[in-house]
């Protein structure tokens, strides 16, 4: 089950983060999942961040068509930047889903967008060793009054997805391949 928690030292989303930025942390143990411990962390971020979860995915839906007509980026238009590059040779630049890799490492991957209203940063921190876990963390800089209204709006919902994406991910089998 996940738990909210602390950005771990090691992340180098520390290095993106300023104290007036929003930034959440939520975790998951790994233990019993030897799979989800040692795949690539590409293919971890994707495993997680492909979840079909059924009221999510309403969400964002209902999302896009609300900020369509503001001139925010949906999921639609971010997808068409995939790439058929297989998910575990994926560098900065390409796409997980509708998250662009910022940077990636053995045990953590930065994915995000740059936004009008505000940037944000997902890292996907993974913890090797006798008590294994994933940090799933985001940091959203808002540039406007909108982006502030926009995350006070969204927040509730994103938490929920935030847990729930963490904790399927555990409880689900692996359909990514390298």
């Given at each position: ?40 962390i ?17 969400l ?88 502030h ?10 938490k ?19």
């Amino acid at each position: 089950m996940s738990v909210s928690d602390t950005l771990p030292n090691e992340s180098v989303l520390h290095t993106y983060y300023s104290p007036r930025d929003y930034l959440d942390v939520f975790s998951v143990s790994l233990e019993g999942r030897p799979d989800l411990q040692e795949v690539d962390i590409r293919v971890l971020a994707d495993h997680m961040l492909m979840a079909d979860i059924g009221w999510m995915n309403a969400l964002l839906s209902l999302r896009d068509k609300v900020v369509k007509p503001l001139g925010l980026k949906t999921t639609d238009d971010l997808a068409l930047e995939q790439s058929d590059t297989p998910v575990g040779e994926r560098q900065p630049g390409d796409r997980i889903g509708f998250f662009r890799i910022f940077r990636v490492s053995d045990n953590e991957i930065i994915l995000g967008e740059d936004d009008w209203h505000q940037d944000f940063r997902l890292s996907l921190f993974r913890r090797q060793g006798d008590r294994p876990r994933v940090y799933a963390s985001t940091c959203c800089k808002r540039h406007n009054l909108f982006g502030h209204a926009y995350l006070a709006l969204i927040l509730p919902f994103h938490k929920k997805i935030a847990s729930t994406v963490l904790d399927n991910a555990v409880a689900q089998k692996m359909t990514s391949a390298a």
